[in-house]
């Protein structure tokens, strides 16, 4: 290093190419939150937690969206939705979910489905998880199948990455620290 400082990128950069898919898009936003200690450009926790309220307002279609698919197609209309809404617990954490119920899994005594939002009181930031995602059924018998295995593949290599930063830190992400490599939206 010359002793000059660290050249930084203003927090709302959130794409390394006009073209960048949106599951890059919001990765690297996060990265640049570490790397910057805000969250959409806030500092206070008050003001994260307004952030984290209003992401939970605009993800619960898309949640339910993702679970009434697997009720209409696999669950054969028999399950039923069941959110929560935004619950602040005494430690200063927050959370919201939707959990997909159904008549077999409650007679088996299992989890349902459940997509977590949760902004835990120790955190940086809000984060997104399920109830027991780790491995992925690997099905794939055609070029048509390979195809729509992508949002799968994006999900999985998303989350590694960013599982990857927390073992180490957002400095191993060359577009959060190389100016010259990201543009504006």
Not at 113 to 141: E, I, K, M, Q
Request: charge should be negative.
């Amino acid at each position: 290093m010359n002793g000059e400082p660290e050249e930084r990128l203003p927090a709302e950069v959130s794409t390394p190419a006009l073209s960048a898919p949106g599951h890059l898009t919001g990765l690297l936003r996060h990265f640049s939150d570490l790397r910057d200690g805000t969250h959409g450009g806030s500092v206070s926790r008050r003001d994260k937690e307004a952030h984290f309220a209003h992401a939970v307002e605009l993800l619960a279609p898309v949640a339910r969206q993702a679970l009434d698919e697997i009720n209409a197609h696999l669950l054969l209309g028999s399950g039923t939705v069941v959110a929560t809404g935004l619950q602040r617990k005494a430690d200063g954490s927050s959370s919201a979910s939707w959990d997909l119920v159904w008549p077999e899994q409650l007679e088996a005594g299992i989890a349902p489905v459940s997509l977590r939002a949760y902004y835990g009181f120790g955190f940086h930031h809000p984060h997104l998880r399920g109830a027991t995602v780790g491995d992925w059924p690997l099905n794939v018998f055609t070029i048509h199948d390979a195809t729509d295995q992508l949002c799968i593949l994006r999900a999985i290599a998303t989350s590694d990455l960013h599982n990857l930063v927390f073992q180490a830190d957002y400095r191993i992400i060359p577009a959060v620290t190389r100016p010259s490599s990201i543009s504006p939206p």
